[in-house]
């Protein structure tokens, strides 16, 4: 943390790394060919962009923070933590959203964009002040550790969080 030597996660390192891997065109405009996985239809795109618009964030940072947690692949899954999905879903958050880690791995992107979209709502109202639009470190923070959103420094070494995230260091 700040002055004590300690490294650091801060959450504008690990967006500048994946916001250059994803540059989206406005709604209309196609996929950029490089950047299409099979799911990455415009039906998924426009589905994102009707999320971000929802919860007041750029298109682009939600397909960046997507990217980051799980390189677009909605069956991802963490062999350390369980988590699983484009957000990677921890499972105590699949349950209290109504569903699991496992369902969330069998359905389609599209369909698990429904629970990203349900997760970012409650996060927003719970950790994020007022209705302000959501920066890309504001979005990392609420979908990499809700309750440390909102700040610059997500994990200090010595704590359990960096200790499993030491990579995004």
Avoid at 1 to 25: Q, V, Y
Avoid at 55 to 78: H, W, Y
Wanted: with cysteine.
């Amino acid at each position: 943390a700040k002055g004590t030597g300690l490294p650091e996660i801060k959450t504008h390192d690990i967006l500048t790394k994946n916001l250059e891997k994803i540059k989206i065109e406005p709604q209309e405009a196609p996929i950029p060919k490089k950047y299409t996985r099979k799911h990455l239809t415009p039906e998924f795109y426009n589905r994102v962009v009707d999320i971000a618009k929802k919860i007041k964030c750029k298109p682009e940072d939600l397909l960046a923070v997507m990217n980051s947690e799980s390189g677009l692949n909605p069956s991802s899954r963490s062999r350390w933590t369980g988590a699983t999905g484009l957000i990677q879903f921890m499972p105590k958050t699949a349950r209290s959203l109504g569903t699991s880690v496992e369902e969330l791995a069998t359905m389609s992107p599209l369909e698990q964009l429904d629970y990203v979209e349900k997760f970012l709502i409650i996060a927003k109202k719970s950790h994020i002040k007022g209705d302000k639009e959501l920066s890309a470190g504001d979005l990392y923070g609420l979908v990499f550790m809700p309750a440390k959103s909102g700040q610059e420094v997500l994990a200090v070494k010595g704590t359990k969080a960096y200790k499993q995230n030491k990579g995004l260091d």
